[in-house]
């Protein structure tokens, strides 16, 4: 057990490195120097005006004046110590922003994967009893259609029917908090949290739940087609036993480790979705950075967010060995 | 059955008449209705995609005119190099006539009279916020998101198929390497590594292509790579390395077609995934540049306005949702397909 940890964790430097690589050189070798954006979207200097000497000052300033491999080996080092440098827009540290901005995002995908979870279980493991009736149908066609929405489009269609777009005025589509919760008591304050995220984490959730609730029928059906729950049941044991005692934990494994590969895809919904709603997370935080090239934020959100899934994996990974025995250390992958 | 003894000519007859695996795969995959189903959906939005401007556009299918008979559409003439047919077709004399196609008019045309009208007999999907028609701006975005779905997928496909298949041809240190490039890529956030490299490029119909192609492939990439870890011990891989063969020949002829199937299955949820993507990005700005037309543009229109407009919601998001679904189930049908013993079980 020690030795697959320790080659996990060897492994992970190469990963770590790649991901910097990638990183730092995507938003460094785009075409358009970093210079000439920084002086548009600067001070509103014109365009003459930009003597060689301005653009040398801003070079150096930036620390652009070096070359690439050098500017790489500075950025990895700031980075080792989490220094991502100054926002380009309001020259606050991006770590500073970044650190105002994930727990909102953060909020909301555990709430979202919270519902995931506590809803696709037991809807796919019902599914998965009744397969083949009509039930099992009803439910297999309903979240095929739920996994192919958009999910901006389900987003637009919310704020019209339930946002006070057209129809009912029940939900605010607006940002986290109503203007002025901060003096509101604590579940005063939670409730007007939890009446503002509505919307967005059910844009959020919808598409994992459907993915899920399917994964864990087909998770399930493979297990109930095995010698050991024939035995099960030619021993005698209630149907509910040999479903949630003996099927179900061997058919909760993949669903458990399968976190991993959502996580990732969180982050790139929340751009969307927190973009629409007005949530300052970090995924509009991402969004605003592309939109006005804020090098240092998008690189930071990137590595960030890379580091954030790639510990995730590994967990799974550990999680994987740790609950199913039949998988040896040395034998995965 | 009847037994009897046979030269080795009927033997080979009767090998011939015997399905390929494709037939086979065809057979099964026909007997699941609504895949089948789904199947048309897409080879119809193909036609649209192929014959957009006989659907929809300004220019005439066969104009009359002067007893001399044009083809608009087709060609370009000399003598209407800067005509609106609009008006030709006002000003016909007796024996000319003309035809236009089912909607007639193009997706760039602005008509600032009507414009943000709702579905009228004259424009059957209502206006834009420029007065263009958004029956016929969906038409002409059909073409746009197939050939980025299909393209960027094609690029996803063979970059996924060579790494995965050198990857688990040579092993050791090469697998090595190419397995901590898939790790990098599982990790980073593609939808926001994407909108990233968009932002610094030309948001062009071909740079979308590239970036979810060369951003989507480790799905194949993993597949082609685990299949060719468990070919490479077969003893007709050694018997063929033994008689000499090149290393590529053996992984094109002997390996590859062991794996396409799957693949290609891989490949047909891509291209669901790759038509939402390029949707979500047009949607928020990055997508195909302005006067082209897109389906996720034109629903980030509805979100501009107070007032709402709900056919720039239905009809472009009903036909992401559309095709996405078709592509999904096509997908699905073929995966039960190739391998019966899990119908029915989901994903």
Not at chain 1, 297 to 303: G, K, L, Q, S
Not at chain 2, 14 to 25: C, E, F, L
Not at chain 2, 70 to 86: A, C, H, I, Q, S
Not at chain 2, 201 to 228: D, H, K, Q
Request: charged residues 20%.
């Amino acid at each position: 057990m020690r030795t697959y940890i320790l080659k996990r964790l060897l492994l992970l430097i190469p990963t770590l490195i790649g991901i910097t690589l990638i990183t730092f050189f995507v938003v460094q070798l785009a075409p358009g120097n970093p210079v000439s954006r920084k002086l548009q979207v600067g001070e509103g200097i014109k365009a003459e005006a930009i003597t060689q000497d301005i653009v040398e000052q801003t070079k150096k300033l930036y620390g652009l004046d070096k070359p690439i491999y050098v500017r790489y080996w500075i950025w990895v080092k700031q980075i080792a110590t989490l220094n991502f440098g100054r926002s380009y827009t309001d020259h606050r540290p991006v770590i500073q922003k970044i650190e105002e901005r994930l727990p909102v995002t953060l909020a909301l995908n555990i709430i979202s994967i919270f519902l995931v979870y506590t809803i696709s279980i037991p809807l796919g493991v019902y599914s998965a009893v009744k397969q083949g009736d009509i039930q099992d149908r009803v439910i297999t066609f309903f979240l095929f259609v739920l996994y192919s929405i958009p999910s901006f489009w389900l987003a637009v269609i919310l704020i019209y029917f339930l946002g006070g777009g057209e129809f009912w005025d029940v939900f605010p589509i607006y940002g986290i908090l109503s203007p002025g919760a901060e003096n509101f008591p604590f579940y005063k304050k939670a409730l007007d949290f939890l009446w503002h995220i509505t919307l967005p984490v059910i844009c959020l959730t919808y598409g994992d739940l459907a993915y899920l609730s399917r994964y864990q029928r087909g998770s399930l059906l493979e297990v109930l087609h095995e010698d050991f729950l024939r035995t099960a049941r030619a021993k005698g044991l209630p149907e509910s036993k040999v479903i949630f005692k003996h099927a179900l934990r061997n058919a909760l494994i993949p669903i458990v480790t399968i976190i991993a590969s959502i996580l990732p895809a969180a982050i790139g919904g929340s751009v969307i979705i927190e973009s629409i709603f007005s949530i300052p997370g970090i995924g509009k935080l991402g969004f605003e950075a592309v939109l006005s090239r804020d090098y240092p934020v998008i690189m930071a959100i990137a590595t960030i967010s890379a580091f954030l899934t790639l510990a995730g994996i590994l967990i799974s990974d550990l999680a994987y060995v740790l609950v199913d025995p039949r998988i040896s250390f040395e034998g995965r992958k | 059955m009847n037994i009897q003894v046979v030269d080795g000519t009927q033997v080979l007859k009767h090998y011939r008449k015997s399905q390929g695996y494709w037939a086979t795969v065809w057979m099964e995959f026909k007997r699941d209705r609504v895949a089948l189903a789904a199947l048309g959906v897409i080879f119809f939005l193909f036609l649209v995609a192929v014959f957009d401007d006989f659907i929809a556009g300004s220019r005439p299918l066969v104009l009359k005119l002067n007893g001399k008979i044009y083809f608009p559409v087709l060609f370009e003439y000399r003598e209407f190099l800067d005509t609106d047919f609009k008006g030709v077709s006002e000003n016909l004399k007796r024996g000319d006539f003309v035809l236009f196609p089912p909607v007639k008019y193009s997706p760039t045309e602005y008509d600032l009279l009507s414009v943000l009208s709702p579905p009228s007999r004259a424009h059957l999907f209502g206006t834009d916020d420029r007065g263009r028609d958004v029956l016929s701006r969906m038409v002409h975005g059909t073409r746009v998101s197939l050939s980025i779905g299909f393209i960027a997928v094609g690029i996803a496909v063979a970059i996924g198929i060579l790494l995965g298949a050198v990857a688990g041809y040579y092993g050791g240190v090469v697998d090595f390497i190419i397995s901590r490039f898939f790790e990098v890529m599982i990790t980073f956030p593609v939808f926001f590594l994407i909108l990233t490299i968009l932002a610094f490029r030309n948001p062009s119909i071909y740079n979308i292509m590239i970036v979810i192609g060369v951003t989507s492939w480790t799905g194949v990439a993993r597949l082609v790579r685990g299949e060719f870890l468990r070919l490479r011990k077969y003893d007709y891989i050694e018997a063929a390395i033994a008689l000499g063969s090149r290393d590529l020949r053996i992984m094109l002829r002997h390996m590859l077609p062991n794996a396409l199937a799957p693949v290609l299955v891989t490949a047909t949820f891509g291209i669901a995934g790759a038509v939402l993507v390029e949707s979500a990005l047009s949607f928020l700005g990055f997508g195909v540049p302005p006067p082209d037309p897109s389906w996720g543009e034109v629903l980030s229109q509805s979100e501009r306005y107070v007032d709402f407009a709900w056919w720039l919601v239905l009809f472009p998001g009903a036909a992401i949702f559309m095709t996405v679904t078709a592509f999904n189930l096509v997908g699905e049908g073929f995966r039960d397909a190739i391998d019966p013993k899990r119908k029915g079980r989901g994903f």
